[in-house]
Structures are given as structure tokens and as C-alpha cells.
């Protein structure tokens, strides 16, 4: 019995030094996920209208992410940013530890929170900082949530929200939290985007059902999870790796109207309907 021990050991051994290398040599970098555009404060999923210009999704995960672009911004052009940090998925505080990613080009501080670049009144325009603070929400569509299977197999898409949202969602966040006890994975949570003078657009969050899963359901749903916080803390790819910059691609002034995505049910089946509901 002993000799089957000191195998096992050994085998397992064996099994985490090439998955080590299998990290080194399979490297992940950012935008893994599609994206949820937003123009002219539209959603766009795949470059098509979502219908009702609301979504209906599962958050699995909210990264804080702090990017630091050195040329001014270019609708035409896909840039990069020079200098990012996020925070630890894991951490109580996510903020308190932030530092620039080991693989940022130009690093400007050793912490964020002492960076220039980090501070307000540092925007090329406006009182706001150099620096963009913002949250890179990786979502479901709640319509997914019928199995396992197709919690597995559920398209993964990241939303950021911007600076000037950021409240909005931590509010949102918290009364989740404090009134249902429960993390946002936890809820179908609607998205809803409007026009803003200020801003030029609003996200405006509420909850729409607790979520019910079965144990194979939450064993799907946390691996996911888990997914999108590697995924979502990624290195972005370096610009030299770009080959040609890669247009952004915007929407012609006239066209036929698109059919639009992102339906909004859920099915009854893997959800119960709760009476509360916060908008913020």
C-alpha cells in the first residue's frame, strides 16, 4: 500500500509541474470575451441592436480595472493601453493592492494609488483623472440559465462600466448584497442604458429575479465564474504585437435595421420570481 501511495505522490507531482508549464507556454491575453458595445448610448451585441436597449444577465464576475491609454482617444482606431492594473477577484479590497500588470509597456507608479496618473484634476479634459478606473463585468445572458449545459456553453461577454457609471454599480452592488444576501452571481440582474446630457449615457441596474440553481447549475456557474475572473485579468496584447491597427468599425449613417439580440426571458424553470426590485 505504501508503494501505491508514494505513486500517487509522485504522479500528481508530476501532473502540476506540466501544468505549470502549460501556464508559461499557453499565456492568456485580455479581450478573450467579445464585447457589449455601447454607442451613442446604444447597446450593440455582435454589431446588432439588443432589443428594448436592455439586457437581462448573469454577472459572474466585476474586475476592478485601471488603464492608462498615452495617446488621446481615436473613434477610428483600436488602442492600447501603455500602463493597466486589476484588482485581486479574490480580495476583500480589490483596490488596496493595485499595481501596475508585470506586463505593462510603461508602468507610471509602482501603485495605483499613488500614481499621478491616478489622481483627479490629471484628464487631458475635465476634472477626472489620466487614469480610468472602471469595472469589466463579464455577463451571461440570463436566457442560459436553463442547465448545466447550456450554462457551459453560454457565449461569455464583458460589459466595462465607465468612470462616470461606477457609483451606479457599486451602489447596485451593495444593496444586493445588503437586502438579498446574495453576490451579483447570485441574481438576474436588468441593464438598462438611457441618454445622458452629462455623460452621455447612464446605466441604470435593478434586480429582476433571485436565482435558483440546482447543485449541477452552481457547479457550472462558479466554474464560468472562475473562467472570467483569469480571462478579465489577463495581460492585454502589446502594440508591437498588433500588426496593423484595427479599425473600430462604425455604424454607417443609414442602414436596413438589424435583428436585434439579447432576448430578455428567463426561463421559469431555473428562476423563481422575488417581489423586490431596486433601480438605481
Known amino acids: 500500500m505504501a508503494r501505491k501511495n508514494t505513486a500517487l505522490v509522485k504522479y500528481k507531482d ?22 457589449i458595445e455601447i454607442q451613442s448610448a446604444n447597446f450593440l451585441i455582435d454589431e446588432r441592436p439588443v432589443e428594448g436597449n436592455e439586457l437581462e444577465v448573469v454577472i459572474l464576475t466585476a474586475i476592478h480595472a485601471n488603464t492608462y491609454y498615452e495617446d488621446e482617444w481615436d473613434p477610428g482606431e ?52 489620466a487614469c480610468k478606473n472602471t469595472r469589466r463585468l463579464a455577463v451571461m445572458l440570463a436566457e442560459e440559465l436553463e442547465d448545466e449545459e447550456t450554462i457551459q456553453s453560454a457565449d461569455v461577454r464583458v460589459l466595462t462600466i465607465s468612470p462616470t457609471n461606477l457609483k451606479r454599480w457599486a451602489t447596485y452592488a451593495n444593496m444586493v448584497a445588503r437586502e438579498y444576501e446574495l453576490p451579483p452571481l447570485g441574481v438576474v440582474t436588468r441593464i438598462r442604458i438611457e441618454p445622458d446630457p452629462q455623460n452621455q449615457y447612464k446605466l441604470l441596474f435593478s434586480v429582476v429575479r433571485e436565482i435558483e440553481y440546482t ?14 475572473d483569469v480571462t478579465l485579468t489577463a495581460p492585454f496584447q ?6 496593423k491597427p484595427k479599425k473600430r468599425g462604425r455604424a454607417p449613417a443609414k442602414r436596413a435595421p438589424a435583428t436585434p439580440v439579447a432576448r430578455t426571458a428567463v426561463k421559469r424553470t431555473a428562476a423563481k420570481t422575488t417581489p423586490r426590485r431596486s433601480k438605481f
Open 238 to 243: 502589446k502594440r508591437e504585437e498588433e500588426e
Open 78 to 129: 483600436v488602442s492600447l493601453p501603455v500602463c493597466y492594473a486589476f484588482g485581486d477577484p479574490k480580495a476583500d479590497d480589490p483596490e488596496a493592492e493595485m499595481a501596475p500588470h508585470p506586463e505593462a509597456e510603461e508602468p507610471q507608479h509602482d501603485n495605483c494609488a499613488e500614481c499621478p496618473m491616478n489622481q483627479f484634476g490629471t484628464a487631458r479634459r475635465g476634472r477626472g483623472k
Open 14 to 35: 508530476r501532473l502540476k509541474a506540466m501544468a505549470k508549464r502549460v501556464e508559461t507556454a499557453e499565456k492568456v491575453t485580455g479581450g478573450g470575451f467579445p464585447k
Open 215 to 228: 447543485d449541477a447549475m452552481a457547479d457550472a456557474i462558479f466554474a464560468r465564474a472562475d473562467e472570467a
